[in-house]
């Protein structure tokens, strides 16, 4: 069972930063916050995964609250090739630890 | 970007055909993992492997099987293929030597079986 919750879809206009948000409030300490995306049935792509700190890579940045329950994924400038379905994912680093994907986030970005 | 490929990418095969999937990885990680994906649906986890010589079911349930005799190539095969094997499959890897441990997918082989 998916152990977060995100918001069905959301719409973001291009060029405007794209907020998503995710609750995790069950994450236990030693699993990481994980986001990916998939566009049109291609395969998932890896954006980012954080602990505890904020995170920041060339795609995304990640804010996790201080108390680990929720997230938020932040794309700064978003374009139409954004349009995806994201998946906030918990998981931890033992063992052959799957990847639970649930509903996700349809981000819509609009001209 | 991931190096992780997947052949075929597209397979339409009649009933009762054996198949085999194919995906390589060039990172030398040493877990791979093999999704299947119903159009609108979730991914579902059906095999993984810790390294070589190393298979393991997953959650869903899946008539397929696989193997891992190198460390870069983790097939999948269906020796009787049906209509309800038609799906998307996914393989991804991962590098739990490095700690982050994270999945890099391949694009996926979409499978139509008649």
């Known amino acids: 069972d998916a152990k977060t919750t995100q918001p069905t879809s959301m719409d973001c206009a291009e060029g405007r930063a794209a907020n998503l948000p995710c609750n995790h409030s069950?994450?236990?300490?030693?699993?990481?916050v994980y986001w990916y995306r998939q566009i049109h049935s291609q395969g998932p792509q890896y954006i980012i995964h954080?602990?505890?700190n904020n995170e920041t890579n060339e795609m995304a940045s990640l804010i996790i609250t201080e108390d680990r329950k929720s997230s938020t994924l932040i794309l700064p400038h978003a374009t139409l090739r954004d349009t995806a379905v994201y998946y906030c994912?918990?998981?931890?680093?033992?063992?052959?630890?799957?990847?639970?994907f649930g509903q996700g986030t349809r981000l819509t970005i609009n001209p | 970007e991931a190096d992780i490929y997947q052949t075929p990418r597209y397979l339409v095969i009649g009933t009762g055909k054996k198949i085999t999937l194919e995906c390589s990885q060039t990172?030398?990680?040493?877990?791979m993992y093999w999704y299947q994906q119903d159009p609108g649906m979730e991914l579902h986890l059906i095999h993984y492997s810790y390294g070589v010589n190393s298979t393991e079911k997953g959650d869903l349930s899946s008539e397929s099987t696989v193997s891992r005799i190198r460390t870069e190539h983790f097939p999948l095969t269906l020796e009787s293929a049906r209509p309800s094997h038609t799906s998307q499959y996914l393989c991804a890897s991962s590098d739990y030597q490095t700690g982050t441990d994270t999945q890099y997918f391949g694009p996926g082989t979409r499978l139509t079986v008649l």
């Open positions: 994912i918990v998981k931890s680093h033992q063992g052959a630890q799957k990847l639970v």
């Open positions: 954080g602990l505890k």
């Open positions: 990172m030398g990680h040493d877990k």
């Open positions: 069950t994450i236990s300490g030693n699993e990481y």
